[in-house]
């Protein structure tokens, strides 16, 4: 099992980046594929974007391709998810989570079996 602690959050304005890490530990990092979903008030929790175990493949929501990049390094535990340009709609609580399944391109929340805490982005206009 893994445990995953998502960090790098916090406020910013319309335009500016943040980069959020999500650290695992309890098991190697590079047997799950890694995903980073969000949840704004009363909305569903949404894909953002997904990465193969060996960081080969990437896929991305298209409300969020081309501002946001995902990256992993297995050698450290972490996955990052870069975010450009924000905007006041990508304000909400953002999650990382893992599945041990193989294919990367998952989207559901329900296909990820780990998940972290959390970590409140917000973006003020």
């Known amino acids: 099992q893994v445990q995953l602690v998502e960090s790098g959050g916090g406020l910013v304005q319309t335009g500016e980046s943040l980069r959020l890490s999500c650290a695992a530990s309890?098991?190697?990092?590079?047997?799950?594929?890694m995903g980073w979903f969000r949840q704004a008030p009363g909305k569903e929790r949404e894909f953002l974007a997904s990465?193969?175990?060996?960081?080969?493949?990437?896929y991305y929501a298209d409300s969020v391709k081309g501002r946001f990049t995902i990256s992993r390094d297995n050698a450290k535990n972490t996955v990052t998810l870069q975010m450009n340009n924000l905007k006041p709609e990508d304000t909400a609580v953002y999650y990382c989570?893992?599945?041990?399944?193989?294919?990367?391109?998952?989207?559901?929340?329900?296909?990820?079996?780990?998940w972290g805490q959390g970590t409140q982005v917000t973006v003020s206009s």
């Open positions: 990465i193969s175990r060996s960081g080969g493949n990437t």
């Open positions: 309890g098991r190697t990092l590079s047997t799950y594929v």
């Open positions: 989570a893992a599945t041990a399944g193989v294919a990367a391109s998952r989207r559901r929340s329900y296909e990820y079996e780990y």
